[in-house]
């Protein structure tokens, strides 16, 4: 019989895991699936590793991995993901945003030979208007530039071993989950979900680790701000040709030239867009420099029921 594994990556979600780890276990012995779960606890401040020893210490099939310090969600998946021995993985919140009854729909199209079911939005759930135009532009532009349309997609999905191996090889430091499953390929499936409400603790996101995972992650799958930078130069470029040769004719006609006004307003402008294509270009080189110094995506204190550390490579 194969074997399903549960990641969940947990950050500050004490009040939580009793009952995420009672509903998803329950749920899965009711339906005869062979199953672990795998708590990732990512530095949380709370009572998150406590709960998941109890938990372990209840159902030899709960697993917890302890990081050193918060690594953020991505690397917490990741090592769920290097933790698990699964022949297919489910990665989902600890919040029960994820409702776990659509595993079940997974875990099906699963036997039916699909290699990735991902779990698409079918509503985002409660959320403020500025959190979902910020979160509609920032998929536009992750989808224009990568061609894969992230509008609905979520974190919740399921992953056949070839799938996961292939996901553990990516070299990179920077993993984009969400992104990343859609890139590798496969066999894919859709299952409609409603995000349900949060029900105890709270949302991790603050506007600002917002703001920063969206940089991160537009800039870790695409060039195109440097592209802007390049087209910007061009204008500019000719733009500087035209007022040239006006100058010039102007000039010859006989008019004086005046305009110090423009002269002033140009240098603010190309010193501005200069300063902003420098800011990009920096950032790239500070993401090339973080990748090639090759640290750990994690680092695991403990686990519990045996579960072997496994060190990020
Ligand atoms: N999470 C994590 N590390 C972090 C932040 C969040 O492992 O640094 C986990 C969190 O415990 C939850 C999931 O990521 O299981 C989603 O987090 P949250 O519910 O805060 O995000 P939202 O649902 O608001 O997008
Ligand atoms: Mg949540």
């Known amino acids: 019989m194969s074997l399903l594994s549960v990641v969940i990556p ?36 709370d009572t998150t590793w406590e709960e998941i020893v109890n938990a372990s210490a209840n159902n030899k099939n709960i697993k917890g991995v302890c990081f050193s310090r918060n690594f953020g969600k991505e690397g917490a998946v990741f090592a769920g993901l290097e933790h698990a021995s699964g022949d297919c993985c489910v990665v989902m919140d600890c919040d029960l945003q994820h409702p776990p009854k659509t ?22 759930g409660k959320e403020s208007f500025i959190h979902k135009m910020f979160v509609k532009t920032f998929y536009n532009i992750i989808s224009g530039s990568t061609g894969i349309d992230m509008s609905r997609a979520s974190d919740f999905k399921l992953l056949d071993r070839k799938v996961v191996d292939s996901f553990l090889a990516l070299p990179e430091r920077h ?25 105890l603790g709270e949302s991790k996101w603050s506007f600002k680790s917002l703001v920063k ?24 470029f000719i733009f500087a040709v035209i007022f040239g040769v006006y100058s010039i004719v102007k000039y010859l006609l006989g008019y004086s030239l005046e305009g110090f006004t423009t002269v002033i307003l140009l240098m603010l402008i190309i010193g501005g867009i200069l300063m902003f294509s420098l800011g990009i270009i920096g950032y790239y080189i500070s993401k090339i420099y973080e990748e090639i110094q090759l640290r750990p995506r994690y680092i695991v204190s403990e686990t519990t029921n045996g579960l072997e550390i496994k060190k990020d490579k």
């Not at 595993?103 to 985002?124: H, N, P, Q």
């Not at 590798?184 to 979900?193: D, I, L, N, Q």
């Open 10 to 45: 947990a950050y500050n979600e004490g009040a939580m895991i009793h009952k995420t780890a009672e509903v998803v276990s329950s749920l899965l012995s009711e339906n005869n699936i062979e199953y672990e779960i795998i708590f990732v606890n990512d530095g949380s401040k």
């Open 103 to 124: 595993i079940l729909e997974m875990y099906k199209l699963w036997t039916e030979g699909f290699e990735v079911v991902e779990g698409v939005k079918a509503s985002r």
């Open 175 to 199: 993993v984009f989950f969400r992104a990343l499953s859609s890139w590798v390929g496969y066999k894919t499936a859709y299952v409609e979900f409603d995000v349900q409400e949060r029900e």
């Open 213 to 236: 995972y969206a940089i991160n992650n537009i800039t870790s799958f695409s060039a195109a701000p440097m592209q802007l930078v390049t087209g910007c130069g061009i204008i500019f």
